[in-house]
């Protein structure tokens, strides 16, 4: 459609529309970087959904049950600030747009959840806010079967773009909203067929509405620049039964006179010919980001347009009984349920008194059957590996389209799209998720568990069959250098337990963290109860402390993790019967253990001893605990993986990677003696 027949068809929608397109303009004009032609293209589109559909009130940014809308596409970032600033989000000011990009402004490159309201999560790597958005989905489906529809009855809506859909990542979240029949996920994609190569043709031919609905999704088209168009599709799309793809057709830079429709509107200022240009077509004479106050006005009114909706929904809310009020409030602030804790020291008693030899993802199982039934918004979930992952326990339910009580998705092999899909639940609100695969397959999941970390959300990551020990799958399946890219990661909390103690410590410390997530990395292999002292105090919360103290002058220090603290326990034997006094420091959470004050961290690891760090994976990250702290080069040494694992029986595979009691024995007894060799590797 030709801007002047907007104008003259549509002539109050008109101005709101161009106003979040000049606003974009000018503020990537001004900042000198950013992504003008989205903004531009999708402002119809963004528009109509605002004024006639979205269910949100900007005074109230935090509202449960608003509907959520999601910029998958990211990188235009301007369309959410612009329409965030239009609407009157109160933190949202003209200066903050004005300062797009700039440090300490809440407008940055890229929405960045928790930077500014209304900014439902992080996106920028594209795809992940469309995965995001299954998440969303299916947390509304849940709470709204668990606490009914006048509490949580709300719409997911998604802005992506060609990027978004070429990433493979769409793949698994479009295939998983498809199978759950999430029907109140609508998705408008920016069909504008550009990137920044070119034209999209250049590297993809996919007929993306055909790939919707072979998915098992209602696929509708609209002129994205018509509003009476995009206004029927999404009408229709919101009495959809199954998700909703609506392609929006529309034009990237919409209106500039040499840019529009040209991969040259994607990602650099106009420049200022261009921009007066397209100022000039638009009939747009105020200066930079000048909005006049009649436009400013409306679009405030349409920030209000559901102030009503949502004081119903409050007076809704106040006829609750008062602890249907409290568990509504508990579980959206994110707090632990009374019992978790309770629940966690019986079964830390129990299994001291019974010390049991299991694998640690066995562990966590029986962890999970414990604090399942007491902690209702827990949603857990495997990528297709739940009897291996052991995930699932009784009572959980699987959620799908005729239960959706059920409190476990059946997620597929659809790693990446399982964690973005449990960032969406964690960022909605009232739903703590967990899922599972294997340890290696974390690289799949990576860039949502990147932004996990970096959004602060505390989702739990049950990564099973954690090293070689995993046997004879073999190489492809043996993480070695997980845990040290998991570790350099900020803000995640790592946790490797030796047992089923230290498995319920670190479970309980995932379900109460409030900014962080956590990875659980378990064992294949049967482990032996390690802590058979019952100790009350959760002591996986120091990150690490003293396991077994020397007996007599203490003369070596072994630091483990997870099923090498066996290994260090009965290497200690060796080198006590030899009169060696030595310490076993079980370290099952470095981060947490880095958080400790000085004089904690100088307890357990005090200088003079010599160290042996023992780890069934790569020693990257391990010189920190062998001499960064208190200890010194050639009195340490670390017993673990050099390379690639192999195909064999676990016994085999430690004996020939030299992961052995006696290996590490003699390691402390060289330093001792004063044999140091320098690691070639390390
Ligand atoms: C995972 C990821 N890869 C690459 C990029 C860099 N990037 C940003 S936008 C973009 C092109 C996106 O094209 P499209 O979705 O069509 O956006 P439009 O050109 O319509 O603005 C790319 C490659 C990114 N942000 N995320």
């Given at each position: 459609?030709?801007?002047?027949?907007?104008?003259?068809?549509?002539?109050?929608?008109?101005?709101?529309?161009?106003?979040i397109?000049?606003?974009?303009?000018?503020?990537?004009?001004?900042?000198?970087?950013?992504?003008?032609?989205?903004?531009?293209?999708?402002?119809?589109?963004?528009?109509v959904?605002?004024?006639?559909?979205l269910?949100?009130?900007?005074?109230?940014?935090d509202?449960?049950?608003?509907?959520?809308?999601?910029?998958?596409?990211?990188?235009?970032?301007?369309l959410?600030?612009?329409?965030?600033?239009?609407?009157?989000?109160?933190?949202?000011?003209?200066?903050?747009?004005?300062?797009?990009?700039q440090?300490?402004?809440?407008t940055?490159?890229?929405?960045?959840?928790?930077?500014?309201?209304?900014?439902?999560?992080?996106?920028?790597?594209?795809?992940?806010?469309?995965?995001?958005?299954?998440?969303?989905?299916?947390?509304?489906?849940?709470?709204r079967?668990?606490?009914?529809?006048?509490?949580?009855?709300?719409?997911?809506?998604?802005?992506?773009?060609?990027?978004?859909?070429?990433?493979?990542?769409?793949?698994?979240?479009?295939?998983?909203?498809?199978?759950?029949?999430?029907?109140?996920?609508?998705?408008?994609?920016?069909?504008?067929?550009?990137?920044?190569?070119?034209?999209?043709?250049?590297?993809?031919?996919?007929?993306?509405?055909?790939?919707?609905?072979?998915?098992?999704?209602k696929?509708?088209d609209?002129?994205g620049h018509?509003?009476?168009?995009?206004?029927?599709?999404?009408?229709?799309?919101?009495?959809?039964?199954?998700?909703?793809?609506?392609?929006c057709?529309?034009?990237?830079?919409?209106?500039a006179?040499?840019?529009?429709?040209?991969?040259?509107?994607?990602?650099?200022?106009?420049?200022?010919?261009?921009?007066?240009a397209?100022?000039?077509?638009?009939?747009?004479?105020?200066?930079?980001?000048?909005?006049?106050?009649?436009?400013?006005?409306a679009?405030?009114?349409?920030?209000?347009?559901g102030?009503?909706?949502?004081?119903?929904?409050e007076?809704?809310?106040?006829?609750?009984?008062?602890?249907?009020?409290?568990?509504?409030?508990?579980?959206?602030?994110?707090?632990?349920p009374?019992?978790?804790?309770?629940?966690?020291?019986?079964l830390?008693?129990?299994?001291?008194?019974?010390?049991?030899?299991?694998?640690?993802?066995?562990?966590?199982?029986?962890?999970?059957?414990?604090?399942?039934?007491?902690t209702?918004?827990?949603?857990?979930?495997?990528?297709?590996l739940?009897?291996?992952?052991?995930?699932?326990?009784?009572d959980?339910?699987?959620?799908?389209?005729?239960?959706?009580?059920?409190?476990?998705?059946?997620?597929?092999?659809r790693?990446?799209?399982?964690?973005?899909?449990m960032?969406?639940?964690?960022?909605?609100?009232?739903?703590k998720?967990?899922g599972?695969?294997?340890?290696?397959?974390?690289?799949?999941?990576?860039g949502?568990?990147?932004?996990?970390?970096?959004m602060?959300?505390?989702v739990?990551?049950?990564?099973?069959?954690?090293?070689?020990?995993?046997?004879?799958?073999?190489?492809?399946?043996?993480?070695?250098e997980?845990?040290?890219?998991?570790?350099?990661?900020?803000?995640?909390?790592?946790f490797?337990?030796?047992d089923?103690?230290?498995?319920?410590?670190?479970?309980?410390?995932a379900?109460?963290?409030?900014?962080?997530?956590?990875?659980?990395?378990?064992?294949?292999?049967?482990?032996?109860?390690v802590?058979?002292?019952?100790k009350?105090?959760?002591l996986?919360?120091?990150?690490?402390?003293?396991?077994?103290?020397?007996?007599?002058?203490?003369?070596?220090?072994?630091?483990?993790?997870?099923?090498?603290?066996?290994?260090?326990?009965?290497a200690?034997?060796?080198?006590?019967?030899?009169?060696?006094?030595?310490?076993?420091?079980?370290?099952?959470?470095w981060?947490?253990?880095?958080?400790?004050?000085?004089?904690?961290?100088?307890?357990?690891?005090?200088?003079?001893?010599?160290?042996?760090?023992v780890?069934?994976?790569?020693?990257?990250?391990?010189?920190?605990?062998?001499?960064?702290?208190?200890?010194?080069?050639?009195?340490?040494?670390?017993?673990?993986?050099?390379?690639f694992?192999?195909?064999?029986?676990?016994?085999?595979?430690?004996?020939?990677?030299?992961?052995?009691?006696?290996?590490?024995?003699?390691?402390?007894?060289?330093?001792?003696?004063?044999?140091?060799?320098?690691?070639?590797?390390?």
């Amino acid at each position: 459609m030709e801007i002047a027949t907007l104008k003259d068809l549509h002539p109050d929608h008109w101005q709101k529309s161009a106003a979040i397109r000049v606003l974009a303009m000018d503020a990537v004009e001004q900042a000198n970087s950013g992504h003008p032609g989205m903004p531009m293209g999708m402002a119809d589109v963004a528009t109509v959904l605002f004024e006639r559909h979205l269910k949100f009130d900007a005074s109230a940014p935090d509202w449960p049950d608003r509907d959520r809308f999601v910029l998958s596409a990211g990188h235009g970032s301007m369309l959410l600030y612009a329409l965030l600033h239009l609407t009157g989000y109160q933190d949202m000011t003209l200066e903050q747009v004005r300062n797009f990009r700039q440090w300490g402004s809440i407008t940055a490159g890229h929405p960045e959840y928790g930077h500014a309201k209304g900014i439902e999560t992080t996106t920028g790597p594209l795809g992940q806010g469309l995965a995001n958005a299954v998440g969303f989905a299916i947390a509304e489906e849940a709470l709204r079967a668990r606490f009914g529809k006048k509490v949580f009855d709300h719409h997911t809506y998604v802005i992506a773009g060609d990027g978004c859909l070429m990433e493979g990542i769409s793949h698994e979240a479009i295939g998983l909203a498809g199978m759950q029949q999430l029907s109140k996920l609508i998705v408008l994609w920016d069909d504008n067929a550009i990137s920044i190569d070119g034209d999209v043709s250049l590297s993809d031919i996919t007929d993306q509405k055909l790939r919707f609905k072979a998915a098992g999704w209602k696929v509708l088209d609209c002129n994205g620049h018509d509003p009476e168009d995009i206004d029927r599709a999404l009408t229709k799309a919101k009495q959809s039964k199954k998700p909703t793809m609506i392609a929006c057709k529309t034009t990237i830079g919409y209106g500039a006179p040499t840019k529009a429709g040209t991969a040259k509107a994607h990602g650099s200022p106009l420049g200022a010919d261009e921009l007066a240009a397209t100022r000039a077509a638009y009939g747009w004479s105020h200066d930079p980001f000048v909005i006049p106050a009649e436009i400013k006005s409306a679009w405030e009114g349409v920030g209000k347009r559901g102030s009503i909706a949502r004081s119903e929904w409050e007076t809704r809310f106040a006829t609750l009984s008062s602890s249907r009020q409290a568990e509504i409030t508990r579980v959206l602030d994110g707090s632990a349920p009374k019992r978790l804790a309770s629940v966690i020291r019986g079964l830390k008693r129990q299994i001291s008194e019974t010390a049991p030899k299991v694998a640690t993802r066995k562990s966590s199982e029986m962890v999970l059957a414990a604090i399942n039934p007491v902690t209702p918004e827990t949603i857990g979930g495997s990528a297709d590996l739940t009897g291996s992952n052991n995930t699932l326990t009784p009572d959980l339910g699987i959620f799908g389209p005729s239960d959706r009580k059920g409190r476990y998705v059946h997620y597929g092999i659809r790693e990446h799209g399982m964690a973005a899909a449990m960032n969406g639940m964690a960022l909605h609100g009232g739903i703590k998720p967990y899922g599972g695969t294997f340890l290696c397959f974390t690289d799949y999941a990576r860039g949502a568990m990147r932004l996990s970390s970096l959004m602060g959300v505390p989702v739990t990551y049950v990564m099973t069959h954690d090293s070689i020990g995993l046997g004879e799958d073999g190489p492809t399946h043996q993480p070695v250098e997980h845990l040290a890219m998991l570790r350099a990661t900020p803000n995640v909390n790592v946790f490797r337990p030796a047992d089923t103690v230290e498995t319920a410590e670190a479970w309980e410390l995932a379900l109460t963290s409030e900014r962080t997530p956590s990875v659980l990395a378990l064992t294949r292999q049967g482990l032996p109860t390690v802590r058979t002292n019952h100790k009350m105090k959760n002591l996986t919360a120091h990150g690490a402390y003293v396991l077994a103290d020397a007996e007599g002058k203490r003369k070596a220090i072994l630091m483990a993790t997870g099923s090498e603290v066996a290994i260090a326990l009965e290497a200690r034997e060796i080198l006590q019967a030899q009169g060696i006094g030595t310490r076993v420091v079980s370290m099952p959470c470095w981060e947490l253990f880095e958080q400790q004050d000085e004089t904690y961290r100088r307890r357990v690891l005090p200088g003079g001893p010599v160290r042996v760090a023992v780890e069934a994976a790569i020693r990257f990250g391990w010189d920190r605990w062998l001499y960064g702290e208190r200890g010194k080069r050639e009195k340490s040494g670390f017993v673990g993986m050099h390379g690639f694992g192999a195909s064999a029986p676990i016994g085999d595979l430690y004996r020939e990677f030299g992961i052995t009691a006696e290996a590490v024995a003699q390691k402390a007894k060289d330093l001792i003696e004063g044999r140091w060799q320098p690691d070639p590797r390390a």
